[in-house]
């Protein structure tokens, strides 16, 4: 069975300083990883994934997150935080083949809630 | 271009009613997913389509819960004498093809029904 962690409920980063949301996995195999956000009523969406290559992923908005096969961690960052960066972070991973039913389902964490402040 | 779209955005229904959420996925993507995210949590897989096959639907919560796409286009999910326990969001996604080829992975999501049962 795969799983994602994401140990903190809430992030609060002052405006400019870097962020950090922190997510972990477990996945048979070689992982998908992905991270998503979602702003208040609206469905999600995507911000980057990892797949194979480079270990350092670049995405929207200036995010980018790093894949750490030993530590099982894919961390989203941003160098300089934004207010309207301020939404919820899902970390999500699917497992490189699909599973038995034929299923490429993502597993999410129970998401990040950020807040930047002025 | 056109993203996934579903309809209604809000239902309110009364335990013990019938309802259907629709989903439009974006033109020309194969694979269609159902998600539930109850307040507070992240996204829960319940079914899969590859066309207008139903690969898997080991997330269905009970049999009262069923989902069609006949045509290999729009799905819709049917909830049958809902339940209070059943008020979430449910959020469907879409992504070109189920394989493992690049690109071709991410799930781009709609912006969900909000079902609330009373």
């Known amino acids: 069975a795969q799983s994602v962690a994401q140990p903190e409920d809430q992030v609060n980063v002052a405006e400019g300083n870097p962020l950090t949301v922190k997510c972990t996995y477990s996945?048979?195999?070689?992982?998908?990883l992905f991270w998503y956000v979602q702003y208040p009523n609206r469905g999600l969406q995507f911000l980057l994934k990892y797949i194979t290559g480079d270990n350092l992923v670049k995405g929207s908005y200036g995010f980018e997150a790093e894949f750490n096969k030993s530590q099982t961690s894919f961390h989203l960052k941003k160098p300089s935080a934004l207010v309207s960066d301020s939404a919820l972070y899902f970390c999500a991973v699917r497992a490189t083949l699909p599973s038995g039913a034929g299923s490429y389902q993502l597993t999410f964490g129970k998401g990040t809630k950020l807040s930047v402040i002025p | 271009g056109a993203g996934v779209s579903q309809s209604p955005r809000y239902k309110v229904a009364k335990r013990g009613q019938d309802v259907a959420l629709r989903c439009d996925p974006i033109?020309?993507?194969?694979?269609l997913f159902w998600y539930q995210q109850a307040l507070g949590q992240g996204p829960e897989f319940l079914t899969y389509f590859q066309n207008e096959a139903q690969l898997d639907k080991s997330g269905l919560p009970s049999d009262r819960f069923f989902a069609e796409r006949p045509e290999g286009s729009v799905s819709t999910l049917k909830i049958q004498r809902t339940q209070q326990e059943d008020s979430a969001v449910y959020l469907c996604?879409?992504?070109?093809?189920?394989?493992?080829?690049?690109?071709?992975?991410?799930?781009?999501f709609g912006p969900g029904t909000r079902l609330l049962v009373l």
């Open positions: 033109s020309g993507h194969v694979s």
């Open positions: 996945v048979s195999g070689n992982p998908y």
């Open positions: 996604a879409s992504s070109l093809v189920g394989s493992s080829g690049r690109g071709q992975e991410t799930q781009y």
